[in-house]
């Protein structure tokens, strides 16, 4: 495994598709932190800094910019990473013929495809990790924030539950590298699993609360009709992964975060209104924030499980013929 896992890194890190990935992740992460850190200046400017005291630095990655925080922007379009660096795993190495050779040697092939996946890992791990550091480095030199113990062990924590949820992603890609025989099928494949996970799991939320919320007056709802649309449309959305993170990423990152509750009760605010009352409201430990992520870890964690014991399952049921 230990050979299979030094191959893989090496064409990681050697191709040319991952270094695109990660100069295009790079580009919007910056875009991103710099119309974020735009409105926190502006905050800043207007005498708000002992009210954001502990989550300034935080706010980078939770305020939102023209259209998506950098958190959301990263639980939408952080599964390309994975995806593109999994989708072919095995379906390359079973077109080459290569495959065979593989499994013609004493290697087991759930070696095989743990090597692949810990190869994935560790290159996510090192992209990731540049870009938290450039990020802070960045903030710090252009306005000044400097984080604090606190607000740096979130982002810790947050490191390593980006790596969980990329690990998810990557397990999936594996799984229908498995499943497809070439490597066209697969990426079709994963292309549709992240349109469906990312943007039609929402939509079907909100067409599933609107045909069940009973509204009396559709122009004129009131508080308890838009919080009962909400838990509804939350409660389908829940199912999918980029949803899981993303509340899983404002628990972590914002402390003043209470979970979904909190998001109920300030339902018939305006976004932008939500984000502006839970910045003024006091915060809670990272402990409490910890116990308030453990179900989300629980759902990332068993579908990651869960995906790479399929992708497990269908290998072994495959037979491998030398081309």
């Given at each position: 495994?230990?050979?299979?896992?030094?191959?893989?890194?090496?064409?990681?890190?050697?191709?040319?598709?991952?270094?695109?990935?990660?100069?295009?992740?790079?580009?919007?992460?910056?875009?991103?932190?710099?119309?974020?850190?735009?409105?926190?200046?502006?905050?800043?400017?207007?005498?708000?800094?002992?009210?954001?005291?502990?989550?300034?630095?935080?706010?980078?990655?939770?305020?939102?910019?023209?259209?998506?925080?950098?958190?959301?922007?990263?639980?939408?379009?952080?599964?390309?990473?994975?995806?593109?660096?999994?989708?072919?795993?095995?379906?390359?190495?079973?077109?080459?013929?290569?495959?065979?050779?593989?499994?013609?040697?004493?290697?087991?092939?759930?070696?095989?495809?743990?090597?692949?996946?810990?190869?994935?890992?560790?290159?996510?791990?090192?992209?990731?990790?540049?870009?938290?550091?450039?990020?802070?480095?960045?903030?710090?030199?252009?306005?000044?924030?400097?984080?604090?113990?606190?607000?740096?062990?979130?982002?810790?924590?947050?490191?390593?539950?980006?790596?969980?949820?990329?690990g998810l992603w990557l397990g999936?890609?594996?799984?229908?590298?498995?499943?497809?025989?070439?490597?066209?099928?697969?990426?079709?494949?994963?292309?549709?699993?992240?349109?469906?996970?990312?943007f039609f799991v929402p939509a079907?939320?909100?067409?599933?609360?609107?045909?069940?919320?009973?509204?009396?007056?559709?122009?004129?709802?009131?508080?308890?009709?838009?919080?009962?649309?909400?838990?509804?449309?939350?409660?389908?959305?829940?199912?999918?992964?980029?949803?899981?993170?993303?509340?899983?990423?404002?628990?972590?990152?914002?402390?003043?975060?209470?979970?979904?509750?909190?998001?109920?009760?300030?339902?018939?605010?305006?976004?932008?209104?939500?984000?502006?009352?839970?910045?003024?409201?006091?915060?809670?430990?990272?402990?409490?924030?910890?116990?308030?992520?453990?179900?989300?870890?629980?759902?990332?964690?068993?579908?990651?499980?869960?995906?790479?014991?399929?992708?497990?399952?269908?290998?072994?049921?495959?037979?491998?013929?030398?081309?």
């Amino acid at each position: 495994m230990r050979t299979i896992y030094l191959k893989e890194l090496a064409d990681h890190f050697s191709s040319l598709r991952f270094l695109l990935m990660a100069s295009l992740v790079f580009m919007a992460s910056v875009v991103g932190v710099y119309l974020a850190g735009q409105g926190v200046r502006e905050l800043l400017s207007r005498g708000a800094g002992p009210y954001l005291e502990g989550r300034a630095f935080l706010m980078l990655f939770t305020a939102p910019g023209a259209m998506l925080s950098l958190a959301s922007l990263f639980a939408l379009a952080g599964p390309l990473a994975p995806l593109v660096l999994g989708f072919d795993s095995v379906s390359r190495e079973r077109s080459q013929g290569t495959l065979s050779k593989i499994l013609s040697q004493p290697v087991y092939r759930d070696e095989v495809l743990l090597g692949k996946f810990l190869a994935g890992l560790a290159a996510m791990a090192v992209l990731l990790a540049a870009l938290l550091l450039i990020l802070s480095g960045l903030a710090m030199l252009g306005l000044g924030l400097v984080p604090s113990a606190g607000e740096a062990a979130r982002l810790a924590c947050w490191y390593l539950l980006s790596l969980l949820y990329l690990g998810l992603w990557l397990g999936l890609a594996i799984l229908l590298s498995v499943a497809c025989r070439s490597a066209p099928a697969s990426a079709m494949a994963c292309a549709a699993l992240w349109v469906a996970a990312g943007f039609f799991v929402p939509a079907l939320g909100q067409t599933v609360a609107g045909a069940t919320v009973v509204v009396a007056d559709p122009s004129a709802p009131t508080r308890e009709e838009r919080a009962a649309y909400d838990r509804v449309s939350r409660a389908v959305t829940m199912a999918s992964p980029p949803a899981v993170f993303g509340e899983a990423s404002r628990i972590l990152l914002d402390p003043s975060h209470r979970g979904s509750r909190q998001d109920l009760s300030i339902a018939s605010m305006s976004r932008l209104d939500r984000f502006l009352v839970s910045q003024f409201q006091g915060g809670v430990g990272l402990g409490q924030s910890l116990i308030l992520l453990l179900p989300h870890l629980a759902v990332l964690a068993a579908a990651a499980l869960v995906s790479f014991f399929l992708s497990f399952l269908v290998f072994a049921r495959q037979e491998v013929r030398s081309a």
